[in-house]
């Protein structure tokens, strides 16, 4: 939850991997007591300043439509609707990882993509007061007029 609301998070599971073989198989201590896992290094969890597009999020969508060209074949087609673009706005602020979250058409997709990638960097998002990665979701309608 992030100001009374509920919102995404990533969250990483250790999973250790063990090979048995005929030493282990001929040592009953080894099979009732194994050593414990190493530690693991884990991401924070989340982050208590949300990252922010240049000048808000009136900025972000302004953005959008100022660059996002409706692709003739797609509008000939009549293909609408939204695709999700998943991506990483890192500590410094910068756009990385960009991938399709949810696809509309392979044409719609690929313009999102470029939009996407085509993002100044972020205000980061900051955990305590330090930057820290946020992984963001943004959708992007396509709609005939």
Not at 42 to 57: A, K, L, Q, R, T
């Amino acid at each position: 939850m992030q100001g009374g609301r509920p919102v995404n998070v990533w969250y990483s599971v250790p999973i250790s991997f063990k090979l048995s073989g005929p030493a282990q198989a001929n040592n009953p201590q080894a099979q009732i007591a194994p050593p414990p896992p190493p530690p693991v290094q884990s991401m924070p969890n989340g982050y208590d300043e949300p990252p922010v597009f240049n000048g808000g999020e009136s900025a972000l969508f302004k953005f959008i439509q100022s660059n996002l060209v409706y692709p003739k074949e797609a509008k000939e087609k009549g293909v609408s609707g939204t695709v999700v673009i998943k991506f990483c706005i890192t500590e410094t602020g910068s756009v990385e990882n960009v991938n399709i979250g949810e696809s509309l058409d392979p044409l719609l997709d690929t313009e999102a993509l470029r939009v996407v990638k085509l993002m100044p960097a972020w205000q980061p998002g900051k955990l305590k007061g330090v930057p820290v990665k946020v992984f963001y979701n943004l959708p992007i309608v396509f709609k005939l007029h």
